[in-house]
């Protein structure tokens, strides 16, 4: 079966700073996809970013870049020049063979930035 | 911003009675998705739908049905509510994800608060 862990529960972080949110997923098939998805505190899921399981490099998206590491099945995400906005919920989801058609989402982690 | 919305956003309601959420989506995504969200347990499947008619089930998905008549409406009910059920729901939608590395991303509606007292 598989599964994302996300580890931190909450996380503090100064303003302007660089933040690591850590993801581990479990899946035995070959083929896979990561997601990264912020939720604000007014709710809604906001995507972030995806990394095939067959890419080569890590994925961009402004401030945001996932650090993939495939042998230690890891996929966190980095935050750049962290900003006030930036506090939010963070999931990270897999979809894999089985189970093709669905994403399976961490816990979440609450990261808060201070000024 | 994808056309989802779910109604209704806030509903309080108590054990025992039928519960019924709509989620209608103005994309014609083949996929849609019921997800449970409850703190220290991130979102969690319950069903979703993979065209008119059809639907599986996800992880979570006892004391729930779903149908699905039309490509845009997708129904999520609750027959008979209980205090564990009280939760925020949201739907989500996308298209086909066809492989499993597709960068399909999930759409989401604004969810929808229900409290079971």
């Known amino acids: 079966a598989q599964k994302i862990t996300q580890t931190q529960p909450g996380m503090f972080v100064q303003e302007k700073e660089a933040v690591t949110l850590d993801c581990t997923y479990d899946t035995s098939d070959p083929s896979y996809g990561l997601f990264w998805y912020k939720q604000p505190s007014s709710g809604e899921m906001i995507f972030l970013i995806y990394?095939?399981?067959?890419?080569?490099q890590n994925a961009t998206e402004g401030r945001y870049s996932l650090n993939f590491q495939k042998a230690r099945k890891s996929a966190n995400l980095v935050i750049s020049a962290s900003q006030l906005g930036d506090s939010a919920m963070y999931f990270c989801a897999m979809r894999a063979a089985q189970g093709a058609q669905k994403l399976v989402f961490g816990q979440g982690t609450r990261l808060t930035i201070n000024p | 911003d994808a056309g989802i919305t779910q109604s209704p956003r806030h509903k309080v309601t108590e054990t025992g009675t039928p519960v019924t959420l709509r989620c209608h989506q103005t994309?014609?995504?083949?996929?849609m998705y019921w997800y449970r969200q409850d703190p220290g347990h991130g979102l969690r499947l319950i069903h979703y739908s993979y065209g008119v008619k059809d639907t599986d089930k996800g992880e979570v998905s006892d004391g729930y049905s779903v149908s699905r008549s039309k490509t845009e409406d997708f129904l999520l009910t609750l027959e008979s509510a209980t205090s564990s059920q009280t939760s925020v729901y949201f739907c989500?939608?996308?298209?086909?994800?066809?492989?499993?590395?597709?960068?399909?991303?999930?759409?989401f509606g604004s969810g929808t608060q229900l409290s079971v007292l």
């Open positions: 990394q095939g399981s067959y890419d080569q």
């Open positions: 989500a939608i996308s298209e086909s994800p066809g492989y499993p590395d597709s960068n399909e991303k999930l759409f």
């Open positions: 994309e014609n995504h083949r996929y």
